[in-house]
């Protein structure tokens, strides 16, 4: 059974900084795009950063350019998010996920399929 466990989400004040982790189980995905998506209440998951299979190509949303980073370690079969200078638009449930096909890279939740429970991060102002 494949899983993906995210942890690191919490409550921080503007201007703070948070670091999510993505454990996968079940199969390796050192072969595949691992991402970060986030659902505020009413809004659509929406890409936050993605990962290409080795490192080599990333893609970040708009509105997390120059203060997110992703990264992962295939040896661990994890992905990671470094969150700074959070802000209030922050806020909402991070969602790690996995891509099925080796290779690809994509940029919308219907291109994954694999899905972690999601963590909280809630950013206050």
């Known amino acids: 059974q494949v899983q993906l466990v995210e942890s690191g989400g919490g409550l921080v004040q503007a201007g703070g900084s948070l670091r999510l982790s993505c454990a996968a189980s079940g199969r390796t995905f050192s072969r595949n795009s691992m991402g970060w998506f986030r659902q505020a209440p009413g809004k659509e998951r929406d890409l936050v950063a993605t990962?290409?299979?080795?490192?080599?190509?990333?893609i970040y949303g708009d509105s997390v350019k120059g203060r997110f980073t992703i990264s992962r370690d295939n040896a661990k079969n994890t992905v990671y998010l470094q969150m700074n200078s959070l802000n209030f638009e922050d806020t909402g449930v991070y969602y790690c996920?996995?891509?099925?096909?080796?290779?690809?890279?994509?940029?919308?939740?219907?291109?994954?399929?694999?899905w972690g429970q999601g963590t909280q991060v809630t950013v206050s102002s």
């Open positions: 990962i290409s299979w080795n490192g080599g190509r990333i």
């Open positions: 996920a996995a891509d099925g096909t080796p290779y690809g890279l994509g940029t919308t939740a219907t291109h994954y399929n694999y």
